[in-house]
């Protein structure tokens, strides 16, 4: 009997905590409709209100302070001008799409002296490395980290009518472009820089400029590449070639940014 009657104790009590769960349950659904039948009746309001006068408040308030500002009206002490404070803001200008501008590069007006491979004969590479002399001064001083456009120069062919002292060279562009990477003097006469080629469809990889040796005109040499020219004509290093320095006026016709 004794454990009939707790478990009867125990079921009523269950009973009892189901019946408590039950009725907070539905009293929270009663308070979830309720609230929703508010909000509806709230939206419905304000739909009918929207229906009678389409305009927002905000939109009434902006077109009332714009009648406003156009009135002569003296401001207070202390104060800014109401139609200052109330005029609305011009829109912003889309901004112009900024195109880069390519600058052209220096020139160099160049004989091609030779022409070695870059890599071994059977190699899968056929790129190669050109050798050439600068006889013509650039319109600047070329040094290092520069970024240059070689012309190659070709004699004109002699003619009866041509002038002893005119033009004998004309100029064509190539495609070697780059920026130079390094210096090294090769003897007392001549120095030389190394111009990295940039155009990628080109089967030059690099280019040997030779320039005439302590010409300020073609050059900035930095202070080691003089003290080594100088070094080398103390020693007595015989010089191995000389490039002749020419001028413009030899060459005919006109090159962009000469």
Same mark, same amino acid.
């Given at each position: 009997?004794?454990?009939?009657?707790?478990?009867?104790?125990?079921?009523?009590?269950?009973?009892?905590?189901?019946?408590?769960?039950?009725?907070?349950?539905? /009293? /929270? =659904?009663?308070?979830?409709?309720?609230?929703?039948?508010?909000? %509806?009746?709230?939206?419905?309001?304000?739909?009918?209100?929207?229906?009678?006068?389409?305009?927002?408040?905000?939109?009434?308030?902006?077109?009332? #302070? %714009?009648?406003?500002? @156009? #009135?002569?009206?003296?401001?207070?002490?202390?104060? &800014? /001008?109401?139609?200052?404070?109330?005029?609305?803001?011009?829109?912003?200008?889309?901004?112009?799409?900024?195109?880069?501008?390519?600058?052209?590069?220096?020139?160099?007006?160049?004989?091609? &002296?030779?022409?070695?491979?870059?890599?071994?004969?059977?190699?899968?590479?056929?790129?190669?490395?050109?050798?050439?002399?600068?006889?013509?001064?650039?319109?600047?001083?070329?040094?290092?980290?520069?970024?240059?456009?070689? =012309?190659?120069?070709?004699?004109?062919?002699?003619?009866?009518?041509?002038?002893?002292?005119?033009?004998?060279?004309?100029?064509?562009?190539?495609?070697?472009?780059?920026?130079?990477?390094?210096?090294?003097?090769?003897?007392?006469?001549?120095?030389?820089?190394?111009?990295?080629?940039?155009?990628?469809?080109?089967?030059?990889?690099?280019?040997?400029?030779?320039?005439? /040796?302590?010409?300020?005109?073609?050059?900035?040499?930095?202070?080691?590449?003089?003290?080594? @020219?100088?070094?080398?004509?103390?020693?007595?290093?015989?010089?191995? &070639?000389?490039?002749?320095?020419?001028?413009?006026?030899?060459?005919?016709?006109?090159?962009?940014?000469?």
């Amino acid at each position: 009997m004794a454990g009939r009657s707790g478990n009867r104790r125990y079921w009523e009590r269950d009973k009892e905590s189901w019946q408590q769960t039950t009725t907070t349950s539905a /009293n /929270n =659904y009663a308070d979830r409709q309720q609230v929703g039948a508010e909000t %509806r009746v709230t939206q419905c309001r304000c739909d009918r209100e929207a229906e009678k006068d389409p305009k927002p408040q905000e939109t009434r308030e902006i077109e009332l #302070k %714009r009648k406003d500002a @156009g #009135k002569p009206t003296k401001p207070e002490a202390g104060q &800014r /001008n109401p139609a200052e404070r109330t005029s609305p803001t011009p829109p912003s200008l889309p901004l112009a799409r900024t195109h880069r501008v390519r600058m052209p590069l220096p020139i160099l007006l160049a004989k091609f &002296r030779g022409r070695t491979p870059s890599y071994p004969r059977f190699g899968g590479r056929i790129l190669d490395v050109v050798y050439l002399d600068i006889p013509i001064p650039p319109p600047a001083p070329i040094q290092v980290g520069d970024q240059v456009q070689i =012309y190659s120069l070709e004699r004109k062919k002699r003619t009866r009518t041509a002038q002893p002292n005119g033009p004998k060279y004309t100029a064509h562009a190539t495609d070697i472009r780059g920026t130079v990477m390094g210096i090294r003097a090769v003897d007392e006469e001549v120095i030389e820089m190394i111009l990295r080629n940039e155009d990628y469809l080109s089967t030059t990889e690099y280019a040997h400029l030779s320039f005439p /040796n302590n010409n300020t005109a073609m050059t900035d040499n930095p202070w080691w590449v003089r003290i080594l @020219g100088w070094a080398l004509k103390q020693l007595g290093a015989a010089p191995t &070639r000389r490039i002749p320095v020419e001028g413009r006026e030899l060459v005919e016709g006109e090159v962009e940014g000469y």
